[in-house]
């Protein structure tokens, strides 16, 4: 049997990953600090282990513990507009810890690390996103994760450790932290929807992207280790369609049967258009879920009626409070 790290695996796309790793015949090992995710997310048959990535000695410790065969890195801070403002605790936690996680897949001969990176990586104008593309981020998101995804390359290079890298996208499903302001518009309007609160939208609302159900990321990300054919690529994963924030808006409102109160806000630094080909990995994982946006959302808004609202939390530590968006925290670090 072989055994998994499996970081941020009490999150939302990691608790999904864990529980295919374990129907899979995996043993796993998730490792979360909690500070997005839920305890009671981990499925019965795995070991949480609480701690961060950033803590190299902690790392240190697990991996000479229990000699893991796959790395599947999940662990990330994946506020993209946020990341301009709290850029340290972006670059520490995004960057330095994945460094940590490969430091360690090299030392103690890891089979594959699989790396859960982002479409936030190319940047704008390059619609459809494909893998050829040069990356052009423009966020200490998309650029952290970048990093990583070139020294997994040089990692690979210098030492043989081979990887899988995805680029997700717009993720959404049961299990999302739907009490973070910050990320994940799905969770945000169906947390909005049962306070009785109007749906907040940055801007004119027109703004696309393709919104993915987790069935479609979590199921290949589980599946890439045990196929030769995705070992050191990079696969844009996730839904094909865009959808704008308006008609989103409406699609999370019927499902609660509201009519949907919007309330717009200043407009924020994103990029107006993202969505990407899937061509690559359909050669190699196979069609998609088949899951519809509507069928998505009426199942994850199924979840969040047993789940019950949650309180938005403040992010704790803003290091630039400049151009901050409207509705969002101020407290500056110390």
């Known amino acids: 049997m072989s055994t998994s790290l499996v970081t941020g695996g009490a999150g939302f796309i990691g608790s999904h990953v864990v529980r295919h790793c374990l129907a899979s015949g995996q043993r796993v090992i998730a490792l979360d600090d909690l500070s997005g995710g839920f305890e009671d997310h981990i499925p019965q048959g795995a070991s949480l ?14 991996f000479n513990e229990h000699h893991f065969d796959y790395v599947y890195h999940l662990a990330a801070y994946a506020a993209e507009g946020l990341s301009h403002f709290i ?36 940047g704008p104008g390059q619609l459809p996103m494909t893998e050829e593309m040069t990356p052009r981020p423009e966020d200490p998101y998309g650029i952290s994760k970048y990093a990583v995804e070139l020294d997994l390359r040089a990692a690979h290079e210098m030492f043989g450790l081979d990887y899988v890298i995805f680029r997700p996208h717009n993720v959404y499903g049961e299990n999302q932290n ?36 987790i069935d479609d990321v979590a199921i290949p990300i589980c599946k890439s280790v045990s196929l030769p054919a995705a070992y050191n690529q990079v696969f844009n994963i996730g839904a094909d369609e865009p959808y704008t924030v308006n008609q989103l808006a409406k699609v999370v409102s019927r499902a609660f049967g509201a009519e ?26 196979g069609p998609g879920s088949g899951v519809s946006l509507e069928e998505g959302i009426a199942r994850m808004a199924a979840w969040a009626k047993k789940t019950g609202a949650r309180k938005s939390q403040e992010f704790g530590n803003i290091e630039i409070t400049e151009k901050l968006p409207d509705g969002w925290a101020v407290k500056k670090a110390s």
């Open 49 to 62: 282990i609480r701690g961060s990535v950033t803590d190299h000695r902690l790392l240190e410790a697990l």
């Open 87 to 122: 850029r340290r605790f972006n670059y520490t936690n995004n960057l330095v810890g994945s460094v940590n996680l490969i430091n360690e897949s090299v030392r103690h001969k890891v089979k594959c690390m699989v790396f859960t990176s982002s479409i936030a990586v190319y």
């Open 178 to 213: 739907i009490g973070d302001k910050y990320r994940n518009v799905i969770g945000i309007f169906m947390n909005q929807i049962m306070q009785g609160l109007p749906l907040t939208v940055f801007g004119d609302g027109t703004q696309t992207r393709a919104f993915s159900y």
């Open 260 to 285: 949907p109160r919007i309330h717009h806000l200043g407009a924020r630094n994103e990029v107006q258009h993202a969505y990407s080909d899937h061509g690559r990995a359909r050669k190699v994982f």
